[in-house]
């Protein structure tokens, strides 16, 4: 069986997205290496107002922009501390959370998984996510990152500003490796790790790499000379930036994306053994803890980061990604002190987690009240999707997968819509033709929103039913009662977290 598996390993890395390839009938843009004089395409974090979404081709005076060593450091760090999120910040969270006797197998699922990813983002994931292809899939012009060297640039919010198209690749593969790890806490404890590794190609390649292509794929700003221009090149952008969608740092691709995943395999996986019966307990809320302050550190970079540069709106991510986290914290503990008659450092720890979340397709758009604002919401809207919302649902999502991050990321993505409005001390969003922050339409903007939203949930959700159910017919999902009752550590590693 692990043959099978490593043979579909191999297949799937090899020949990435099946989907058509486009490179041979799309006009040029500014999706080119600095070989072709000019940057490609950023993160859309601080997307352009509908109608005014794409760019027109650079100037030929693009060839002389050199990176900025400043910005390049930032992003340097901003990576680093991304990376950090995942291994060892999410990998500690994750593992206190669960029973002892399966601590090690969470902390190798995040591990490996963090390896996987990153392998194939180099060799396909972000060609087809941050390259031109159509309105949902990218090309295969870059597999294997080629034509990128340490001359190429890639482009940022600011006309004339690039910084060094590779660490833009590490940063999105960052962000796409610890979008993938985060689904395993839904049905952690009970799944087989061939299985984990398998639906993880999967789900990453059906899944994140056309959300972030239809959110964060435009072709850069320094093409906006003039209305015509960039209506002409808006068609190459994303399917959901042609619609105006403001996602900063991943509130659709990377929150709503993995909850969807998570819950449907709690769903279709089913319930632990003696799930309702027997204690199923942290092992460490230490571990717990600890991993909760590498998140909140590591976010900065996460949040900050998608800024590209080391700017005014870089700090503004900072601050609003600090004080939107400090407000969840104390609202989901005073809530949870109110009800249950103490506060927990579980809830604390779940509450920062849920202010992230909210936060983060935010957090460079709204002002510091508006964080405030989401921030407290998010802990108390959250505490309910792990309590009430939980009960409803009915599934086993072992590490409330779906109360924080899905919850917690709708909220965030559809409180953008609301605050990110100047009159309610927000940013706006920016007229690239103009030059100026256009004028803000509050409805027009929530509808986006939810257009992002809607397709977050069912993008995400049907692929993952199809990749499950592929999964459970080649390989299997779960492992045998009796693996599952002695503990995944020993079970399919053959090793223990801890020795007594």
Same mark, same amino acid.
């Given at each position: 069986m692990m043959k099978k598996l490593f043979v579909l390993l191999l297949m799937v890395a090899a020949v990435g997205f099946v989907g058509p390839s486009h490179a041979e009938d799309k006009p040029a843009t500014a999706v080119q290496t600095s070989a072709e004089a000019t940057p490609t395409a950023p993160v859309a974090s601080m997307a =352009? /107002? *509908?109608? @005014?979404?794409?760019?027109? =081709?650079?100037? &030929?005076?693009?060839?002389a922009l050199v990176p900025n060593k400043g %910005?390049?450091?930032?992003?340097? !760090?901003?990576?680093?501390?991304v990376i950090l999120m995942s291994i060892p910040g999410l990998a500690l969270f994750y593992g206190g959370l669960v029973r002892s006797k399966n601590m090690l197998s969470v902390l190798m699922q995040v591990f490996v998984i963090f390896a996987l990813i990153s392998v194939l983002w180099a060799v396909y994931g972000y060609s087809i996510a941050f390259s031109e292809g159509n309105a949902f899939f990218g090309s295969f012009d870059k597999l294997f990152l080629k034509g990128i060297t340490p001359d190429s640039v890639a482009a940022t919010?600011?006309?004339? +500003?690039?910084? /060094?198209? #590779?660490?833009? !690749?590490?940063?999105?593969g960052a962000f796409a490796a610890i979008t993938v790890a985060l689904v395993i806490g839904s049905f952690a404890e009970r799944i087989k790790f061939s299985a984990v590794l398998l639906f993880s190609v999967l789900w990453f390649t059906f899944s994140y790499l056309p959300m972030a292509h239809m959110v964060w794929y435009w072709a850069g700003p320094d093409g906006y000379i003039s209305t015509e221009a960039a209506d002409k090149l808006g068609a190459t952008a994303g399917w959901l930036f042609q619609k105006g969608? #403001? %996602?900063?740092?991943?509130?659709?691709?990377?929150?709503?994306?993995?909850?969807?995943?998570?819950? @449907?395999? =709690?769903?279709? +996986?089913?319930?632990?053994?003696?799930?309702?019966?027997d204690s199923m307990a942290p092992h460490s809320l230490t571990m717990t803890m600890i991993g909760a302050s590498l998140l909140w550190f590591g976010w900065f970079g996460f949040n900050a980061g998608s800024a590209l540069e080391a700017n005014?709106?870089? *700090?503004?991510?900072? !601050?609003?990604?600090?004080l939107a986290t400090a407000a969840a914290t104390m609202s989901w503990m005073f809530v949870e002190w109110l009800f249950k008659g103490k506060p927990s450092m579980l809830?604390?720890?779940?509450?920062? @987690? *849920?202010? #992230?979340?909210?936060?983060? &397709?935010?957090c460079g758009f709204v002002g510091v009240v508006g964080a405030l604002i989401i921030g407290l919401l998010a802990g108390v809207i959250c505490l309910w999707g792990v309590n009430g919302l939980k009960k409803l649902l009915g599934a086993d999502d072992s590490l409330d997968v779906f109360g924080v991050h899905g919850v917690g990321g709708i909220l965030g993505s559809l409180l953008t819509g609301v605050f990110a409005a100047p009159s309610l001390g927000g940013t706006g969003v920016y007229d690239y033709v103009a030059n100026k922050v256009g004028d803000y339409d509050m409805p027009a903007q929530l509808i986006s929103q939810l257009w992002a939203v809607g397709t977050a949930v069912v993008w995400s959700g049907v692929v993952a039913f199809i990749c499950y159910k592929a999964v459970d017919l080649i390989i299997g999902l779960r492992v045998a009662e009796d693996e599952e009752r002695e503990g995944l550590d020993i079970a399919s590693h053959g090793e223990s977290a801890y020795h007594y």
């Amino acid at each position: 069986m692990m043959k099978k598996l490593f043979v579909l390993l191999l297949m799937v890395a090899a020949v990435g997205f099946v989907g058509p390839s486009h490179a041979e009938d799309k006009p040029a843009t500014a999706v080119q290496t600095s070989a072709e004089a000019t940057p490609t395409a950023p993160v859309a974090s601080m997307a =352009a /107002p *509908a109608g @005014v979404v794409a760019t027109a =081709a650079l100037a &030929p005076a693009a060839a002389a922009l050199v990176p900025n060593k400043g %910005d390049t450091a930032w992003m340097i !760090v901003a990576t680093a501390f991304v990376i950090l999120m995942s291994i060892p910040g999410l990998a500690l969270f994750y593992g206190g959370l669960v029973r002892s006797k399966n601590m090690l197998s969470v902390l190798m699922q995040v591990f490996v998984i963090f390896a996987l990813i990153s392998v194939l983002w180099a060799v396909y994931g972000y060609s087809i996510a941050f390259s031109e292809g159509n309105a949902f899939f990218g090309s295969f012009d870059k597999l294997f990152l080629k034509g990128i060297t340490p001359d190429s640039v890639a482009a940022t919010f600011s006309k004339g +500003i690039v910084i /060094p198209e #590779l660490i833009y !690749v590490a940063f999105q593969g960052a962000f796409a490796a610890i979008t993938v790890a985060l689904v395993i806490g839904s049905f952690a404890e009970r799944i087989k790790f061939s299985a984990v590794l398998l639906f993880s190609v999967l789900w990453f390649t059906f899944s994140y790499l056309p959300m972030a292509h239809m959110v964060w794929y435009w072709a850069g700003p320094d093409g906006y000379i003039s209305t015509e221009a960039a209506d002409k090149l808006g068609a190459t952008a994303g399917w959901l930036f042609q619609k105006g969608a #403001l %996602d900063f740092a991943g509130g659709t691709v990377v929150h709503i994306d993995a909850a969807m995943a998570g819950i @449907v395999g =709690a769903f279709l +996986i089913g319930k632990r053994v003696g799930y309702g019966k027997d204690s199923m307990a942290p092992h460490s809320l230490t571990m717990t803890m600890i991993g909760a302050s590498l998140l909140w550190f590591g976010w900065f970079g996460f949040n900050a980061g998608s800024a590209l540069e080391a700017n005014g709106a870089a *700090a503004l991510a900072f !601050v609003n990604t600090w004080l939107a986290t400090a407000a969840a914290t104390m609202s989901w503990m005073f809530v949870e002190w109110l009800f249950k008659g103490k506060p927990s450092m579980l809830g604390g720890a779940s509450g920062a @987690v *849920a202010g #992230l979340v909210a936060i983060t &397709p935010a957090c460079g758009f709204v002002g510091v009240v508006g964080a405030l604002i989401i921030g407290l919401l998010a802990g108390v809207i959250c505490l309910w999707g792990v309590n009430g919302l939980k009960k409803l649902l009915g599934a086993d999502d072992s590490l409330d997968v779906f109360g924080v991050h899905g919850v917690g990321g709708i909220l965030g993505s559809l409180l953008t819509g609301v605050f990110a409005a100047p009159s309610l001390g927000g940013t706006g969003v920016y007229d690239y033709v103009a030059n100026k922050v256009g004028d803000y339409d509050m409805p027009a903007q929530l509808i986006s929103q939810l257009w992002a939203v809607g397709t977050a949930v069912v993008w995400s959700g049907v692929v993952a039913f199809i990749c499950y159910k592929a999964v459970d017919l080649i390989i299997g999902l779960r492992v045998a009662e009796d693996e599952e009752r002695e503990g995944l550590d020993i079970a399919s590693h053959g090793e223990s977290a801890y020795h007594y």
